[in-house]
Structure formats: structure tokens, C-alpha cells
């Protein structure tokens, strides 16, 4: 996470990690403002990642929610009950590991080593296989719009 003073994070770059015995995996030291940082890890709903969200963004969800009025009540409720209720609070060590649930784990299929990429204000956590897949599936989307952004 790259921090300009009073500035948003910026997640950005891609890491090869192993999950340690206890089901641990580093974060980068560039993404950590503290010895203590807080993210919310949940699922994606395609199965293919754990996403890990800042305490800020987290919270930032329901706000945007909150303000779409073509979405029924009904439908907000439903879904924010189960967007909330899936997440799991955790925090850094004072090493800079973060805690992968074994339960969240296994849903996107993490073991060994993982791979965590930097998603702007979040980063994902997913096998490496699995994202290899996705960057090769994804490719084409990024250069088109690469063109159209004169990048």
C-alpha cells in the first residue's frame, strides 16, 4: 500500500508467498501502515479468491449501498446481511502475518503458496494457479482498455 500523507492506500503489485504452518501468509511491509492493521478477508462470491478489505473500505460498502435508490429495501437488507456476516475481522502480527481461517481456505482452494495481488483500495489472496488462470482469461480486457487509456 503506498501512502501519501492523508491519502487513501494504494494496493499495487503482485507477491509470491507460503503459507506458514499455522496457516499464516506475510503481507507485504509496503501495504502495512502499522504492526497492528485490521482487514476484512471473505470470500469472493465466485470462489476463486479471498478478498481483503480495509477497515475504511469495508465500511464503505454499506454507505455506497445506502445511496443507490434503485435498489429495493428488501434487497439491501438481504445483502448486506450476508456481505457483513461472511467476513472475518483480522489483524497483522507485529511480524507482518496476517491469519488465512482455514475455513476461508479451503473455499478458494489455499495451499502451500499464494498469491497476493494488490486490487487498488484491496488485495486478493489466491492460488497461484488460480490466478495465472485469471491473468491469462483477463489479458485482452486489459489491453483494450490500456489503448483506450493511452497506457
Known amino acids: ?3 501519501a500523507p492523508n ?13 506458514d504452518p499455522k496457516n499464516r ?7 502495512r501502515k502499522t504492526d497492528s492493521d485490521e482487514f476484512h478477508l471473505m470470500a469472493d ?3 476463486s479468491f479471498l ?8 465500511r464503505a460498502v454499506g454507505d ?7 435498489i429495493s429495501a428488501q434487497k439491501k437488507q438481504d445483502f448486506l446481511q450476508l456481505f457483513y456476516s461472511q467476513a472475518l475481522l ?15 481456505g479451503k473455499v478458494v482452494g489455499l495451499s502451500g503458496e499464494v498469491m497476493l ?23 485482452d480486457n486489459f489491453h483494450e482498455v490500456s489503448d483506450v487509456l493511452g497506457l
Not at 7 to 19: K, M, N, T, V
Not at 25 to 31: F, M
Not at 90 to 104: A, F, I, N, T
Open 45 to 47: 462470491r465466485s470462489g
Open 1 to 3: 500500500m503506498d501512502l
Open 25 to 31: 501468509v506475510t503481507v507485504p511491509a509496503r501495504w
Open 64 to 70: 455506497k449501498l445506502a445511496a443507490m435508490p434503485d
Open 7 to 19: 491519502s487513501a492506500p494504494i494496493f499495487s503489485g503482485e507477491f509470491r508467498h507460503a503459507l
Open 90 to 104: 483480522v489483524v497483522v502480527d507485529k511480524q507482518g502475518r496476517l491469519l488465512v481461517p482455514e475455513s476461508l
Open 117 to 139: 495481488a494488490g486490487v487498488r483500495d484491496t488485495f486478493q489472496i489466491w492460488s497461484p494457479e488460480a490466478w495465472a488462470a485469471t491473468k491469462q482469461t483477463k489479458a
Open 51 to 58: 478478498r481483503a478489505m480495509p477497515p475504511e473500505q469495508f
